[in-house]
């Protein structure tokens, strides 16, 4: 079956900029989408199909993929950034959704 | 805009069966546009798909659980429902209800507010 892997954490000074990948086989030739979640809440949607925002997300969110690495890019990061962050793929050749385990953003 | 209500017990005694209910409002479960899924996502842990449908009836699951997984529709009512068998303490989530777009990308878009289901005697 087809594994997508974060890593379990990231950490970044305020005003800097955040970088969290997801690695899977072949990933280039997969559409990844982008969940923030904060504790208590539901997972919201910030990027889908490797790069588009839903309305409403700030610009400083963006996201590139290719190879084997989908990455998901904060800049200027800011305290309400702190969250849990996990990358989806739907799996074609199993008809299955894939979620990443999860990375945790820490803002210093 | 579009929302949806989660219902549901929120403790399962072990063996037994887990139900929830999801309701859409602001919107039709009967759009060709999207699936109408179920995400779990136990106690400080990662998300986990469980299985998505279409208006039609037709279903797709995680292979992991299908054997106990039971995803139906009620147009008549704009609901869609979760059923999973056999529940054991590892079943123990935060279950989530989302819409996901059709087609290959398969994003979820909207969310319920999640419930926590424990399952414990």
């Known amino acids: 079956s087809y594994v997508l892997t974060q890593p379990p954490s990231v950490s970044v000074a305020p005003g800097k900029t955040a970088r969290i990948t997801c690695g899977g086989n072949n990933i280039g030739s997969k559409s990844v989408h982008w969940y923030q979640q904060k504790p208590g809440q539901a997972p919201v949607l910030v990027i889908y199909?490797?790069?588009d925002r839903p309305s409403g997300i700030p610009e400083r969110f963006s996201g590139s993929n290719s190879g084997n690495t989908a990455t998901l890019t904060i800049s200027r990061v800011e305290a309400g950034d702190e969250a849990d962050y996990s990358c989806?793929?739907?799996?074609?050749?199993?008809?299955?959704?894939?979620f990443g385990g999860g990375t945790k953003l820490t803002v210093l | 805009q579009l929302q949806l209500q989660q219902s549901g017990p929120g403790l399962v005694k072990p063996s037994e069966t887990l139900s929830l209910t999801c309701t859409v409002s602001g919107g039709s479960i009967s759009s060709s546009v999207y699936y109408w899924g179920w995400i779990r996502q136990p106690p400080g842990k990662g998300l986990e798909w469980i299985g998505s449908?279409?208006?039609?009836?037709?279903?797709y699951y995680n292979p992991s659980l299908k054997s106990r997984v039971t995803i139906s529709v009620d147009t008549s009512k704009n609901q869609f429902s979760l059923k999973l068998s056999s529940v054991t303490a590892a079943d123990t989530a935060v279950y989530y209800c989302?819409?996901?777009?059709?087609?290959?990308?398969?994003?979820?878009?909207?969310w319920g507010q999640g419930t926590l289901v424990t399952v414990s005697s």
């Open positions: 199909y490797d790069s």
């Open positions: 449908m279409y208006y039609s009836g037709s279903t």
């Open positions: 989806q793929v739907w799996d074609s050749s199993s008809d299955r959704v894939v």
């Open positions: 989302a819409r996901s777009v059709a087609g290959v990308t398969r994003n979820f878009d909207y």
